[in-house]
């Protein structure tokens, strides 16, 4: 770990904290410490209200987002049914099940059928599918608005700082492809940052 990562110290609300312990003991996908941190920062400075989240898992970044922010309601996909159904049962523990909109499915479906606007996109989903959804995303997301994304440097192999394992090329290939995308694109203005395995904030601006 490195020395920076190592000082982190995550804030959040302790039944929160507690239950990502548990979920990292159980080894289910959650993000690092260091990346909720930002997350959290971001929603606390933009105070979105209407959030949409690409991959729920168990739902603790969603709690957490929701938890620091009492206006905000949230939209989140899971794709695999166990956690899809922790997830609605922890956002009923934590008194959130009203702002809490779970949808079971595959997010490219279910971002294709997607009406409406969002103040800010957490993109927490799978990362070799990250290009394939900018464009409805772009659609969905509000001038102004933010488009968070985590996982965008996985392991130091996207930026080179670390050599790709061979079965890692075709993912690292994908998300270099995203970041090129965002980086590119005329209507959004994107920063990638080294915070856990990396992250990627865009924000959608006009582009005249
Ligand atoms: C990194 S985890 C999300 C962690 C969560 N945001 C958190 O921090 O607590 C990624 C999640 O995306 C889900 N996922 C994978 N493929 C998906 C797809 N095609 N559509 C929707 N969700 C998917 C996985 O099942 C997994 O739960």
């Known amino acids: 770990m490195e020395y920076t990562a190592s000082l982190v110290r995550l804030k959040t609300d302790a039944r929160i904290a507690a239950m990502r312990e548990s979920a990292k003991d159980r080894r289910d996908p959650v993000c690092a410490d260091e990346t909720l941190n930002y997350l959290l920062y971001t929603v606390k400075s933009l105070r979105p ?3 949409l989240e690409i991959g729920t898992a ?3 970044s969603g709690a957490a987002m929701l ?3 009492p206006d905000a309601v949230l939209t989140t996909v899971e794709i695999d049914e166990a956690l899809y159904l922790r997830a609605k049962k922890n956002f009923e523990e934590f008194g959130l099940s009203s702002r809490a909109h779970c949808i079971l499915g595959d997010a490219a479906d279910v971002l294709n059928a997607l009406d409406g606007t969002f103040d800010l996109v957490f ?3 799978p990362k070799a599918q990250y290009l394939k959804y900018l464009p409805d995303i772009k659609r ?3 001038e102004g608005g933010v ?5 965008v440097l996985l392991y130091g192999w996207v930026s080179g700082k670390v050599p790709v394992p061979q ?8 998300l270099r492809e995203y970041l090129d995308a965002v980086s590119r694109d005329e209507e959004l203005i994107t920063s990638v940052l080294d915070i856990g395995e990396g992250v990627a ?7 005249k």
């Open 140 to 142: 969905l997301l509000r």
């Open 167 to 174: 079965k890692r090329h075709s993912i690292v290939a994908k």
């Open 58 to 60: 168990e739902g603790l």
């Open 49 to 51: 209200r209407r959030i």
């Open 123 to 125: 993109l927490d989903g």
């Open 201 to 207: 904030v865009s924000v959608k601006v006009s582009s």
């Open 67 to 69: 938890s620091a922010l």
């Open 147 to 151: 488009l968070f994304a985590d996982d």
